[in-house]
């Protein structure tokens, strides 16, 4: 370690260079305890110094012991210590699966107090590299600077590796609508296999409502009012952590305030919701409703749809569900020389319904409610490319005036 740095310039005492990493160094001995502080920018090293000084003279002990604990070990006493304290649940879930992903098994294993900016960017780098989305960066961001802003608040670390950390706003990947012809395909095919036709009634709601899968998923025949042929939406299936809350499945409330919607009701959804009810009699398996910190409240077994266990849907399932009926399609179109079937995932329907509300001319507004979000300009984000073709369609009836 050298006591000048790469420039010549002088370091003060306590502060030193390593040459080799092109890092600074400051170090303390504390109650016989060493602290040391490390930086790539001698400003920034200074920086941290002021601070640790600072706070020595207001008489702040720092946690040595706790230091020597790995960024796994301080995060999982977090977890149970603060994580679930006035946090919604699936909050928490969400901490602990994208820790448990991109963390755990990297930099996890590291002592916190080693953690570096520079460790969190590559993590940052290689998500990006791996297509992953804006929001789950994001996410992962703010649960590690939850972590590090409690380690920092327990006198285990000086700074937060991961302040200012650079996200780069990854290009999003354009949603697409599901070909009308091959929901044709698709419905005909359900409603007439013997195998799958129970499950039709689910595709002819979720086709024709806009609901997100979650919200299907969570619907209770008490939600349906066939007299003003509306649908009310007020909850929708999470998935958790049985380690962490008991369960793994639950009924809770919805993404937000403005997914507690009235919908309207169609003819064909009134009628095929009549049938189905006369049909489907037998006992569903209960499944527990939640509040937002996880606590089970009740249980209700009156689901509209169940799977074929009877028990509640939940995403993953649903999706291996389209996912066979799409493959044992093709495999007959294939022998038959027939017009093949697209994958498609449940939210697609979704986007679906938008783009055939819209293109008959339904106002963005109205179409926003009936989805659920919080204001027409998240409609209009997320489905750019309606916006688009309005504008062509725009341009075609100006270019066709004509002005004698």
């Known amino acids: 370690m050298a006591r000048k740095d790469a420039n010549g310039r002088n370091l003060k005492t306590g502060e030193y260079y390593d040459s080799k990493n092109n890092r600074y160094q400051f170090r303390k001995m504390i109650d016989g305890k060493r602290i040391t502080i490390t930086s790539d920018k001698l400003a920034d090293l200074r920086k941290q110094e002021n601070e640790l000084l600072c706070r020595l003279d207001k008489g702040v002990v720092f946690d040595n ?4 604990m790995t960024l796994n070990e301080y995060f999982d006493y977090w977890f149970g210590t603060y994580a679930r304290s006035g946090r919604k649940a699936t909050t928490c879930t ?41 929001s789950t960066m994001l996410n992962l961001k703010c649960c590690l600077n939850k972590v590090f802003e409690s380690a920092i608040d327990e006198d285990i670390l000086m700074k937060n590796p991961i302040k200012n950390l650079q996200v780069p706003n ?32 689910e595709f002819v709601v979720l086709f024709n409502t806009g609901m997100r899968i979650g919200e299907l998923a969570a619907l209770t025949w008490d939600c349906i009012d066939f007299e003003n042929n509306t649908i009310r939406i007020d909850k929708t299936v999470n998935r958790y952590r049985k380690k962490d809350f008991g369960f793994t499945v639950a009924i809770a409330s919805p993404k937000s305030k403005t997914s507690t919607r009235v919908i309207p009701m169609s003819n064909d959804v009134r009628k095929i919701l009549l049938k189905h009810k006369l049909l489907n009699i037998q006992p569903v398996e209960p499944v527990p409703v939640v509040d937002d910190y996880g606590n089970i409240k009740r249980k209700i077994s ?53 783009t055939l509300a819209y293109s008959v001319g339904a106002d963005v507004k109205a179409v926003s409610e009936i989805l659920g979000h919080a204001s027409t300009s998240v409609t209009l984000d997320t489905y750019t490319h309606l916006t688009d073709e309005k504008k062509r369609q725009q341009e075609e009836v100006v270019k066709s005036i004509k002005v004698l």
């Open 65 to 68: 012991k706790r230091a020597k």
């Open 94 to 134: 969400n901490y602990k699966s994208y820790y448990n992903t991109y963390i755990r098994e990297t930099i996890g294993k590291k002592a916190i107090v080693k953690i570096t900016k520079l460790d969190c960017q590559r993590i940052i780098n290689e998500m990006v590299e791996n297509g992953k989305k804006h």
């Open 170 to 201: 990854t290009e999003r990947k354009k949603r697409t609508a599901i070909e009308y012809s091959q929901i044709e395909i698709f419905m005909n095919y359900v409603r007439n296999s013997e195998k799958y036709s129970k499950q039709y009634s």
């Open 302 to 354: 009156n689901l509209v749809f169940v799977n074929s266990q009877r028990r509640v849907w939940i995403e993953p399932n649903f999706l291996a569900l389209i996912n066979r009926i799409i493959k044992n399609y093709n495999k007959a179109a294939d022998r038959e020389h027939k017009e093949r079937i697209e994958n498609f995932c449940p939210h697609m329907a979704r986007h679906t319904y938008t």
